[in-house]
Nanobody, 125 residues
Framework: QLQFVESGGGLVQPGGSLRLSCVAS????????IAWFRQAPGKEREGVSS????????NHAASVKGRFTISRDNAKNMVYLQLNSLKPDDTAVYYC??????????????????WGQGTQVTVSS
């Protein structure tokens, strides 16, 4: 089965940090743009960050720019999301996915596939 497996979520206080990881299962992610999405309770899933296949180009949602960093290690078939200065509004289930349609905006979730089960991030005091 082709999918990502996400990990690294948890409960953290406001201002804290977490590092999320996702590993590709059943395929190699070298040629794919990879993105992290998140879905908060009662809200639509939204794009958080994306990274090009080479790792040289990234995109971030305005709400996380300067706080979150996306990176990848193609040799390990893994993508990471470093979350710093966390806020309660960052509470969500975080997913990673691979872009299948390169002409689509990076935040267009309909262009992505190989979704995992996600990892829960809860920011609360």
């Amino acid at each position: 089965q082709l999918q990502f497996v996400e990990s690294g979520g948890g409960l953290v206080q406001p201002g804290g940090s977490l590092r999320l990881s996702c590993v590709a299962s059943g395929f190699t992610l070298d040629d794919y743009v990879i993105a992290w999405f998140r879905q908060a309770p009662g809200k639509e899933r939204e794009g958080v960050s994306s990274i090009s296949s080479s790792g040289r180009h990234t995109n971030h949602a305005a709400s996380v720019k300067g706080r979150f960093t996306i990176s990848r290690d193609n040799a390990k078939n893994m993508v990471y999301l470093q979350l710093n200065s966390l806020k309660p509004d960052d509470t969500a289930v975080y997913y990673c996915a691979a872009l299948l349609y390169n002409g689509s905006p990076w935040y267009d979730q309909s262009a992505y596939a190989y979704w995992g089960q996600g990892t829960q991030v809860t920011v609360s005091s």
